[in-house]
């Protein structure tokens, strides 16, 4: 399955900058943003960036959904990145206008709880999205150059684009992997599993990556996912990076305990994940992993 590949970014780009989660600190986005407007883009925040509701939502449901439509509908802006992850993606999913991102397909830049709406776009708008960097903590601390470079690269329409990895990183080696990526946040994968914002790619390459999550619930859900036929379905695994997901020594057992029966590369410590400093990773776009050459290639333009 390959996803309508949203449109290339522009020089000077006007950027719309959405909260459909969490609440930030209106501070930290601004600082983010002038990081953008020193690239030569415009930004424009979205209104609720510093709301709060239940102390975990930037404003309520009806409110974070009009403003999320209002951007979407709109043919100003040439990107959507977000303020931040957290949780309450979900929460919306239903009522955000899909149509609106069929009819014109944009960049949409995010990670962790934007995981939900990459998915969403994938089932419900056949395009596909950019788990990356967001304004906290990549944009306000500054991307290292590489993947700076390999970001706005990759949203120009370069291609090919080779990252590199090295050996130790490898868990499993196996046969070059060929096929369509997909990935996200795991516990949005797993608590999506069973609704129609579903996304699973048979002959794919799947990503994933996780924060605060101990290794039982990690298991557990990696266990989900097995018992659902569907892990015996992939021909690859890219792990990012795991924060705060239990002792690295017993995790590293797990990892490679829960993957061996399936016989396919899988590599971990890639960067991207919530340590920030976020390599963009398009859904949707075909890759090639070798675990022998040591290296993750997007053999496509990923934007049109």
């Excluded at 949409?108 to 788990?131: E, P, R, Y």
């Excluded at 944009?139 to 990895?165: E, H, N, Q």
């Excluded at 797990?254 to 590369?265: S, V």
Aim: hydrophobic share 40%; charged share 25%.
């Amino acid at each position: 399955m390959l996803l309508t590949p949203p449109r290339a970014l522009p020089p000077n780009a006007h950027i719309a900058v959405l909260a459909a989660g969490s609440p930030s600190e209106t501070d930290k986005i601004e600082a983010a943003a002038r990081h953008l407007v020193q690239l030569g883009h415009r930004v424009t925040l979205a209104e609720n960036i510093g709301s709060r509701h239940r102390n975990y939502l930037a404003a309520p449901d009806d409110e974070r959904v009009e403003i999320v439509n209002r951007f979407l509908r709109s043919d100003e802006y040439d990107a959507f990145f977000f303020s931040r992850g957290g949780y309450g993606a979900m929460r919306i999913l239903d009522r955000i206008d899909w149509e609106a991102i069929r009819r014109n397909p944009r960049p949409v830049v995010g990670f962790s709880d934007v995981t939900a709406i990459h998915q969403a776009m994938a089932t419900h708008a056949n395009v596909g999205g950019f788990h990356g960097p967001m304004m906290y903590p990549d944009f306000m601390a500054g991307l290292p150059d590489d993947r700076a470079d390999w970001l706005w690269r990759a949203l120009r329409g370069d291609a090919p684009l080779t990252w590199s990895f090295a050996h130790e990183d490898v868990l499993f080696e196996g046969a070059d992997a060929e096929g369509t990526l997909f990935g996200g946040c795991l516990s949005i994968t797993d608590a999506l599993v069973g609704t129609p914002y579903d996304l699973w790619v048979e002959g794919g390459v799947w990503f994933w990556e996780d924060v605060g999550e101990p290794i039982y619930r990690i298991d557990r859900m990696l266990t989900h996912l097995r018992l659902s036929g569907r892990m015996q379905k992939i021909r690859g695994v890219i792990i990012g990076k795991l924060k705060d997901c239990g002792e690295e020594a017993e995790l590293l057992r797990f990892l490679r305990e829960f993957f061996e029966p399936f016989g396919i590369p899988v590599v971990r410590n890639l960067p991207f994940g919530h340590y920030g400093d976020n390599l963009l990773m398009p859904i949707g776009s075909p890759i090639q992993l070798s675990t022998r050459d040591l290296r993750m290639t997007i053999t496509e333009p990923i934007v049109r």
